[in-house]
């Protein structure tokens, strides 16, 4: 089956740095998507890997190693507008997104 | 970026009547759309995928008959709930695949409807 797994929850403090992990097992990959979600919004896009390494845009960036099936995004400079769900997606082989069950980040001051 | 307009965002109706949601993608045209469903503390789950012009695909589980998706032109698609109960409560977002299409994969999402009935 396909499965993607982040942690539930994280807790983080304002002006800090973080680094939600995302593993996946799915069928075939055509790319990896970071979302925001605020809570009762729509999702936002945030990031797209096809490749491995690392892309950098802004305070975010995303890292993605295909061979171990896993991806990262980092969080820098933590701001308290950062508080909401990150979504990680993978799309399959039949250009499916396969969404993981989001994290819930939340900064203290 | 690219905007993709939801409406309403809010619906309250009651049981056994009809609700229509519109997603309309406002600066461009999106061949292919996509509506999602999330329960409280659940992550979207893919409903159908429309394409203009053709009949939507639905996902495994989901009543065709019941959730009837139109997809006439290339800037909306359209969901209604037909005879909707109270186990229909939920936010239902859509979202269209950006200008560059899917090889970015990149998707624009609907603001989102909140469905309650009652």
């Known amino acids: 089956g396909q499965n993607i797994d982040q942690p539930t929850e994280m807790t983080a403090t304002e002006g800090a740095i973080v680094q939600i992990n995302c593993t996946y097992q799915?069928?075939?990959?055509?790319?990896l998507f970071w979302y925001q979600q605020h809570a009762g919004e729509a999702p936002t896009f945030l990031s797209y890997n096809v490749l491995d390494g690392l892309e950098e845009k802004g305070r975010f960036s995303s890292f993605l190693s295909r061979s171990k099936g896993y991806s990262y995004l980092l969080l820098k400079e933590l701001q308290m507008k950062d508080s909401a769900s990150y979504l990680c997606a993978v799309m399959d082989s039949n250009y499916q997104l396969i969404w993981g069950a989001g994290t819930k980040l939340i900064i203290k001051p | 970026g690219a905007v993709v307009s939801q409406h309403p965002s809010r619906v309250i109706c009651k049981s056994g009547t009809s609700v229509k949601i519109e997603c309309r993608s406002l600066?461009?045209?999106?061949?292919?759309m996509f509506w999602y469903r999330q329960f409280p503390k659940q992550s979207l789950m893919l409903m159908a995928t429309s394409n203009e012009g053709s009949k939507a695909t639905y996902e495994q589980g989901v009543e065709k008959d019941k959730f009837l998706i139109n997809h006439a032109s290339l800037t909306l698609s359209t969901l209604t709930v037909t005879s909707a109960h109270p186990e229909d409560s939920s936010f239902y977002i859509c979202?269209?695949?950006?200008?560059?299409?899917?090889?970015?994969?990149?998707?624009?999402f609907g603001e989102g409807s909140r469905l309650t009935v009652l």
């Open positions: 799915t069928s075939g990959f055509n790319g």
């Open positions: 600066d461009f045209q999106a061949t292919t």
């Open positions: 979202s269209a695949q950006g200008p560059r299409g899917g090889d970015t994969g990149e998707l624009f």
